[in-house]
């Protein structure tokens, strides 16, 4: 059964400390994103990757850094100068990017809590 | 800037029907997402309109008005297990996704 998986589910890290979410995908997906969700708010963009080897900012990348080095796999890591890290992070893939209609596939999310 | 609105929470009444609004001011317009999300889970796809009128799906429709910048989430026959959020997404110009912050969905016995 295809899908997006996405580990841990909840997360705890002490501040100053950089941590990594993962991402894996078996959809055989082109494009992956990585969101953010907090409460009272839209989703917001942190990064994408089109292709492999290739990732785009998102509208709030600072304090975010990811890789793509497997079309399968687009790790996220939160690091100590994300100053407001606790959130709901989730990851999403697309198999057609360029075409506006194609919906994203969502993982179930990991929860982060900073400390 | 860029905005779009739904409501914060609703609440209706098993088999009943109702209607989740979205508003959306955007630059430009290439389309607009539903997506329903169960508590700490992930959104799952509902619709995709880009051009006016309703599109029906089983019990679920969605309607867009591209003039009024104005669309819906028509929901009937509810059931329990709609309890959820539903998330509003418009693609803009630039082919970007803004999401409106979601309406959480109560449904009664």
């Known amino acids: 059964d295809g899908g997006i998986t996405q580990s841990p589910k909840y997360l705890f890290r002490k501040e100053g400390q950089n941590v990594t979410l993962s991402c894996e995908q078996n959809?055989?997906?082109?494009?992956m994103y990585w969101y953010r969700q907090d409460p009272g708010q839209g989703l917001r963009l942190i990064y994408y990757?089109?292709?492999?080897?290739?990732?785009q900012k998102g509208d709030i990348a600072e304090g975010y850094s990811v890789s793509r080095e497997k079309k399968e796999s687009f790790p996220l890591t939160v690091t100590s100068a994300q100053k407001n890290p606790t959130a709901f992070y989730l990851c999403?893939?697309?198999?057609?990017?360029?075409?506006?209609?194609?919906?994203?596939?969502f993982g179930n999310g990991t929860r982060l809590t900073v400390t | 800037g860029q905005n779009i609105d739904q409501p914060t929470e609703m609440t209706a009444t098993e088999g009943a029907i109702v209607q989740i609004n979205c508003t959306y001011q955007?630059?430009?317009?290439?389309?607009l997402f539903w997506y329903q999300q169960h508590a700490g889970e992930a959104p799952t796809f509902l619709s995709y309109?880009?051009l006016d009128g309703l599109e029906e799906k089983g019990r679920f429709s969605s309607f867009l008005s591209r003039s009024k910048g104005y669309s819906y989430l028509l929901l009937k026959e509810l059931q329990m297990k709609d309890s959820a959020s539903y998330l509003c997404?418009?693609?803009?110009?630039?082919?970007?996704?803004?999401w409106g912050a979601g309406t959480k969905l109560i449904i009664k016995p």
């Open positions: 999403a893939s697309s198999n057609q990017p360029g075409q506006p209609s194609s919906p994203l596939h």
């Open positions: 959809l055989n997906h082109d494009a």
């Open positions: 990757s089109q292709i492999v080897n290739d990732f």
């Open positions: 955007t630059s430009g317009f290439n389309g």
């Open positions: 309109n880009v």
């Open positions: 997404a418009v693609i803009d110009s630039n082919y970007q996704l803004i």
